[in-house]
């Protein structure tokens, strides 16, 4: 449900404290605490889900078996969790199935109406707006939206435009609204709040777009995302509300699972950006040069001109940018988060399998971090290469992943 995935809801005794968004509730005479798991991302969707279940529990028109109460902790998918909460009908408790589609159902209206009375913006508009072609081409590019409306936001605009009349965001006006959007290109076109109605402003960069307070982007016909400055709140897809996944939380996590959480992953992240930014295809591998098997290997390859070393530079983020736009493989030490070298060619002996549905760089970058990984001392030695392709799509390829079936003896020490 909402593309939460399995293992992120839990119901929990109200001692143990969650990380994430919880709420803590009177069910007969116990407290419970039901929320997320503590290594799920925050999404307002998953907020809300958390608060509209909450609210249905503590209403008394559900019921729940008194052993979910005395659980120490108890971590499940929704499914598992809903399998214990039953809402009493006219034939008898309901299923799981019914209590989380009735469950489902509450929060998209909560969603709708919330966004519609507090911020005068109907989400149906936006559905109506993607479904407008102009000139035979789909709904693309984006619209921000301004509800300060003391804001001064002339400096925001790198293109304003004036029409005789005004131009509100409303139904009426979706045909002119959609023709203005087919020349934004990758620009915004920007609405500003004034007297309880959004008005047409002109058009924004890009790059700035995210100092507006709402932002809606249109990828497809009844598909757009909606943002709350940078913060990505949900995606509408075919009427259905859905989490907006973000491919480099997932990087990290298994940056994390790799190296472990002591590092600088937050400096990583903009590293990261730039890599999802680049048009063509690159690759980012992140390794310990600390590690002797590593730094021996790496010198090795640039002794035999397999690659460029960078010895230093202003901004990484800013190098990533640049550097990745030629053939190869940028190669980034994991306790500076800097970039060492740059047009790596990755080659290495066949220890696994290759993948012949991925190109030759996936396959070669693989074929490479098992080798590295399998003739370090103890298979001891850490890497992690993520790989961006060119239609968009991100694969992480981890050093743990190759470990022989010792890896477990081997981690622990």
């Given at each position: ?6 293992g ?84 008898g ?19 709708s ?45 790198n ?40 008005l ?9 777009s ?16 909606f ?57 980012l ?29 202003e ?58 990984v ?40």
């Amino acid at each position: 449900m909402m593309d939460a995935g399995s293992g992120v809801f839990c119901v929990e005794e109200a001692p143990v404290e969650p990380v994430s968004y919880s709420r803590t509730i009177w069910f007969g005479n116990e407290r419970i605490r039901i929320g997320l798991r503590k290594d799920v991302a925050p999404s307002l969707l998953l907020n809300l889900l958390i608060d509209v279940a909450a609210d249905r529990i503590e209403s008394g028109n559900t019921f729940m078996p008194p052993a979910v109460g005395r659980t120490n902790s108890c971590t499940a998918p929704l499914t598992s969790v809903a399998s214990t909460l039953f809402i009493p009908s006219v034939n008898g408790p309901c299923s799981p199935q019914q209590w989380g589609e009735d469950l489902y159902r509450d929060v998209q209206n909560h969603l709708s109406q919330s966004i519609s009375f507090g911020l005068s913006l109907q989400l149906a508009l936006f559905d109506s707006l993607s479904t407008h072609r102009y000139e035979g081409a789909g709904c693309r590019g984006g619209l921000a939206f301004e509800g300060d409306e003391n804001k001064d936001t002339s400096s925001l605009l790198n293109m304003p435009i004036e029409a005789v009349g005004e131009i509100p965001f409303e139904k009426d006006r979706l045909r002119q609204i959609r023709k203005l959007l087919a020349g934004a290109g990758d620009h915004f076109l920007v609405f500003q709040r004034q007297g309880g109605e959004y008005l047409c402003r002109g058009y924004c960069s890009k790059d700035v777009s995210a100092q507006f307070e709402w932002r809606v982007r249109f990828t497809d016909v009844l598909d757009w995302e909606f943002y709350h400055y940078e913060y990505p709140l949900f995606r509408f897809l075919r009427n259905d509300p859905k989490i907006i996944q973000d491919p480099i939380a997932a990087v990290l996590k298994d940056l994390k699972g790799e190296f472990g959480p002591h590092y600088d992953w937050v400096a990583a992240r903009p590293l990261l950006e730039s890599g999802v930014a680049q048009q063509h295809g690159t690759a980012l591998i992140f390794m310990d040069f600390q590690d002797r098997h590593i730094s021996t290997w790496m010198d090795r390859l640039y002794q035999h001109k397999r690659m460029i070393r960078l010895n230093s530079c202003e901004d990484e983020r800013t190098a990533v940018q640049y550097l990745s736009g030629m053939d190869g493989a940028i190669l980034i030490d994991v306790h500076t988060m800097k970039v060492q070298y740059f047009t790596a060619i990755m080659d290495g002996r066949v220890f696994v399998d290759g993948d012949l549905s991925r190109g030759a760089r996936h396959n070669s970058i693989r074929t490479f971090i098992a080798d590295l990984v399998r003739t370090s001392p103890r298979h001891s030695s850490k890497l992690a290469a993520v790989i961006f392709s060119e239609d968009g799509g991100t694969v992480t390829i981890c050093g743990k992943q190759f470990l022989p079936p010792a890896r477990e003896k081997f981690s622990a020490n």
